[in-house]
């Protein structure tokens, strides 16, 4: 920025003040920014983000239901299959179950399992009309069954 006189003008941080921004607000800041990543199809950026913050706060189910959709974004099925495990052992709210299915069916199908991701979307649209258990826990990969 430059003053009326054309002289730039500079701003003085001290490293107390920059010490001043709690963990708190960094984490928020760069939760905005990879959610503004994502929103403008940058996916690969908001996940370089998302990892910053997760390695902090991997208990955000929030948190990682974006970064796990993020990551279907970028093709990497076998990691967002990792992200969605934890949230099915995090996120105990029943009305997740639906859409950790569908994201588990995306990510199945991201990871090249297009077997397991038809069963796993067929268990969505069963648990979306009500015809399965919704508190049904999302399958891990190893809790696969045939259908």
């Known amino acids: 920025m430059f003053n009326s006189d054309g002289a730039q003008r500079t701003t003085n941080v001290s ?17 905005t920014l990879s959610y503004l990543h994502l929103a403008c199809g940058q ?5 370089a983000l998302l990892r910053l913050i997760v390695g902090k706060d991997s208990r955000d189910v929030d948190l990682l239901r974006i970064l796990a959709y993020a990551l279907i974004l970028e093709g990497l099925g076998g990691e967002a299959l990792q992200v969605i495990d934890r949230l ?8 997740a179950r639906i859409s950790l299915m569908l994201l588990r069916s995306h990510a199945l199908r991201r990871a090249g399992l297009i077997d397991e991701a038809l ?23 190893h809790d696969q069954r045939p259908a």
């Open 119 to 141: 069963a796993a979307f067929q268990r969505y649209v069963s648990l979306r009309d009500g015809t399965g258990l919704i508190n049904q826990r999302s399958e891990g990969p």
């Open 43 to 47: 996916s690969a950026e908001c996940v």
């Open 88 to 95: 099915n052992t995090l996120d105990d709210e029943p009305s």
């Open 15 to 31: 490293k107390s003040d920059n010490d001043s921004l709690s963990s708190g607000q960094e984490r928020d800041l760069l939760c």
